[in-house]
C-alpha cells in the first residue's frame, strides 16, 4: 500500500507531511483508574475498566465492552482553550487552519487502515534531531482523540530531551522512569490530563540517567501490557529520541505494534533518511513523515 498526502502550511511553523511508502508486511500483534495528581486533580477519576486491546483480541472483538459509557466518565479537571491550542500548535477539531487538521485527520485513517482499525501502541522518531517528532507525535495522538468514542494516551520516552510535559504547561513531578524503577509504584501517579479531552499523558519522569536501561528492562513491557489494557479504545503514541542518535526507539518498537520515522524537510540525504528507515525493525516500520 502507498500513499501520499503533502501540502505548505504556513500558520504552523511549515509542517509540510508527506506518508510515504509502508515497508515489508505488517504483523497484528485499558482498569485501575488514572488517579489525581496533586491538588490540582484532586477531583478527577477515570472509570475503572480491564479489558485486552482490541489487537489481542482480534477485529470486532472489544464490541462486548460498553465503551461509550466508560469514555464518557472520564473527567477533564483543565482545559486547553482554543487560543492555548493555537500558541502551542495543537490541532482540534474547530481550528481554523483545516489544512493542518485535514492532514493530520489522513494520516490518522492511514494507519486505521493497516490496524484494521483497531488500537495500537506506536513509537514516532525522528530521522535526526529538530526533525519535530514531539509535534508529530503530539498531534497525531490529538488527531486519535477527536473521535468521542475513542481514547489516546502519549509517552515521553525521549529520556535525554523531555519536552511534552512543557508543551502542554504541566508541572510533572513523576513519570515514566519514577514507575519503572519502583516496583510498588501506582502507574495511575503518572498519568496526567493534557488538557485535551480524551488525550492523557505520561512524562518522561524524574530519573534519566541511564534510558536504554530502562527500556530495556523486563519492567518497561509490563508496563507496556498494563497501560495498553487500562481501556480497549486508547491508541498509544510514545515519543522518543531520535533513531540515529539512541538505540531508544529500535528496543520500543520491539516491544510495540508499529513504528513510524519523522524526516525535516530538505534537511537529511536520501541515503541517511534511508538509513535512518532501516534502523526500524521492518515488520513493525509503517513509513515515513515528513515534516518541514
Given at each position: 500500500?502507498?500513499?501520499?498526502t503533502?501540502?505548505r502550511?504556513n500558520n504552523s511553523?511549515?509542517?509540510?507531511?508527506?506518508?510515504?511508502?509502508?515497508?515489508?508486511d505488517?504483523?497484528?500483534?485499558g482498569?485501575?483508574s488514572?488517579?489525581?495528581?496533586g491538588?490540582?486533580?484532586?477531583?478527577w477519576?477515570?472509570?475503572r475498566?480491564l479489558?485486552p486491546s482490541?489487537?489481542?483480541?482480534?477485529?470486532?472483538?472489544v464490541?462486548?465492552?460498553v465503551?461509550?459509557k466508560?469514555?464518557?466518565?472520564?473527567?477533564?479537571p483543565?482545559?486547553?482553550?482554543?487560543d492555548?491550542m493555537d500558541?502551542r500548535?495543537i490541532i482540534?477539531?474547530e481550528?481554523?487552519?483545516?489544512?493542518?487538521?485535514?492532514r493530520?485527520?489522513?494520516?490518522?485513517t492511514?494507519?486505521?487502515?493497516?490496524?484494521?482499525?483497531?488500537?495500537?501502541?506506536?513509537v514516532?522518531s525522528g530521522a535526526?534531531e529538530?526533525?519535530?517528532?514531539?509535534?508529530?507525535?503530539?498531534?497525531?495522538a490529538?488527531?486519535f482523540?477527536f473521535d468521542q468514542?475513542k481514547?489516546?494516551?502519549?509517552?515521553?520516552c525521549?529520556?535525554?530531551?523531555p519536552?511534552?510535559h512543557?508543551?502542554?504547561d504541566?508541572?510533572?513531578e513523576?513519570g515514566l522512569?519514577?514507575?519503572?524503577e519502583?516496583?510498588?509504584?501506582d502507574?495511575?501517579?503518572?498519568?496526567?490530563?493534557t488538557?485535551?479531552?480524551r488525550?492523557r499523558?505520561?512524562?518522561?519522569?524524574?530519573?534519566?540517567?541511564?534510558?536504554?536501561?530502562?527500556f530495556?528492562?523486563?519492567?518497561m513491557?509490563q508496563?507496556?501490557q498494563?497501560?495498553?489494557?487500562r481501556?480497549?479504545?486508547?491508541?498509544i503514541v510514545l515519543d522518543t529520541?531520535p533513531?540515529s542518535d539512541s538505540?531508544?526507539?529500535?528496543i520500543?518498537t520491539?516491544?510495540c505494534?508499529?513504528?513510524?520515522?519523522v524526516?525535516?524537510h530538505?534537511?537529511?540525504?536520501?541515503?541517511?533518511?534511508?538509513?535512518?528507515?532501516l534502523?526500524?525493525n521492518p515488520?513493525?516500520f509503517?513509513g515515513?513523515v515528513i515534516?518541514g
Open positions: 500500500m502507498k500513499t501520499s503533502r501540502a502550511d511553523g511549515g509542517a509540510d507531511f508527506k506518508a510515504r511508502e509502508r515497508i515489508g505488517l504483523k497484528k500483534q482498569a485501575d488514572d488517579s489525581g495528581h491538588n490540582d486533580f484532586s477531583q477519576d477515570d472509570s475498566m479489558v482490541s489487537l489481542e483480541l482480534g477485529p470486532g472483538a464490541d462486548k465492552y465503551i461509550s466508560q469514555i464518557v466518565k472520564m473527567q477533564e483543565r482545559r486547553l482553550t482554543r492555548d500558541e500548535r482540534y477539531p481550528s481554523q487552519n483545516r489544512a493542518l487538521v485535514n493530520f485527520r489522513h494520516l490518522r492511514k494507519l486505521l487502515e493497516l490496524s484494521g482499525g483497531n488500537n495500537f501502541t506506536m514516532v535526526c529538530g526533525a519535530g517528532t514531539s509535534f508529530m507525535a503530539l498531534n497525531l490529538a488527531a482523540a468514542s481514547t489516546a494516551l502519549i509517552i515521553d525521549n529520556l535525554r530531551a519536552s511534552l512543557a508543551q502542554l504541566l508541572a510533572a513523576t522512569t519514577d514507575f519503572l519502583d516496583p510498588d509504584y502507574i495511575g501517579r503518572i498519568i496526567y490530563p488538557g485535551i479531552p488525550l499523558l505520561i512524562p518522561a519522569g524524574s530519573k534519566r540517567e541511564t534510558p536504554a536501561e530502562f530495556t528492562s523486563f519492567r513491557k508496563f507496556l498494563a497501560i495498553r489494557r481501556y480497549p479504545d486508547r491508541f529520541a533513531i538505540p531508544d526507539a529500535r520500543l520491539d516491544l505494534d508499529y513504528g513510524m520515522l524526516v525535516p530538505g534537511k537529511l540525504t536520501p541515503g541517511k533518511i534511508e538509513n535512518a528507515a534502523a526500524f515488520d513493525k509503517v515515513a515534516n
